[in-house]
């Protein structure tokens, strides 16, 4: 079947814009992870779902980012007043349960110029 | 919070030569995964493996849960395998978020 689909692939916007960044996880799937991913780094927790709430969003860097799963399936990440700082790989996952494996989509490159 | 920590750091390896990859954490976990970040970016999924061994063709992998590591065995290499290991752990709560290892940057050369 299909696995995790982000769009778009990638987006440069401009300091101060506001972006959004979407997920489409695994047909199924219960919980749903945002990581973000900056040069020469692991991946690092933003925020978590659980259907359609934000169980954990402890991983948000500040107020400008915002998640939201409405339907319970698709996510969709929101910055504020980006940042240069704000540029990285931001990945979703997904998985059937919330102790279950998790599944990754090919991610989404932010550049704020 | 809890330490994740992989060895070697970078590791070159000539077509067709085994290695081992090493991860160790700082405290009990709930789920370790080991995955393999391609060229493009691409993490794809290895292992699945909080405790106990698993063998998936020339991958192979232990965790032992009890004594804080886990290996990643790579045998008969190629060079499609070059790119980064990553190990992962889930740690603590209902959250179950992955907390990423430093890496393995793997080259195999022909």
């Known amino acids: 079947g299909a696995g995790v689909s982000q769009t778009p692939s990638n987006k440069v916007t401009e300091k101060g814009k506001y972006v959004e960044l979407r997920c489409d996880p695994i047909?199924?799937?219960?919980?749903l992870y945002w990581y973000r991913q900056s040069l020469g780094q692991g991946p690092e927790f933003l925020i978590y779902?659980?259907?359609?709430?934000?169980?954990?969003d402890s991983g948000l860097p500040n107020d400008r980012f915002f998640a939201v799963r409405p339907e319970g399936s698709v996510s969709t990440l929101k910055i504020q007043r980006t940042e240069r700082g704000d540029s990285a790989v931001y990945l979703c996952?997904?998985?059937?349960?919330?102790?279950?494996?998790?599944?990754f989509g090919p991610g989404t490159r932010l550049t704020v110029l | 919070g809890i330490q994740v920590e992989q060895s070697p750091p970078d590791l070159i390896l000539q077509e067709g030569a085994n290695s081992t990859l090493r991860c160790n954490f700082s405290d009990s976990v709930n789920n370790l995964q080991w995955f393999h970040q391609n060229p493009w970016g691409q993490l794809i999924n290895l292992f699945y493996?909080?405790?106990g061994t698993k063998q998936n063709g020339r991958l192979s992998a232990t965790t032992v849960a009890t004594e804080r590591y886990s290996l990643l065995y790579i045998s008969s290499s190629q060079t499609t395998d070059s790119g980064v290991y990553f190990c992962a752990v889930g740690h603590g709560g209902a959250t179950n978020k992955l907390i990423f290892g430093t890496g393995t940057l793997l080259a195999v050369q022909p």
């Open positions: 493996i909080p405790s």
């Open positions: 779902f659980q259907g359609t709430g934000a169980a954990d």
């Open positions: 047909s199924g799937h219960t919980a």
């Open positions: 996952a997904s998985s059937l349960r919330t102790r279950n494996e998790q599944f």
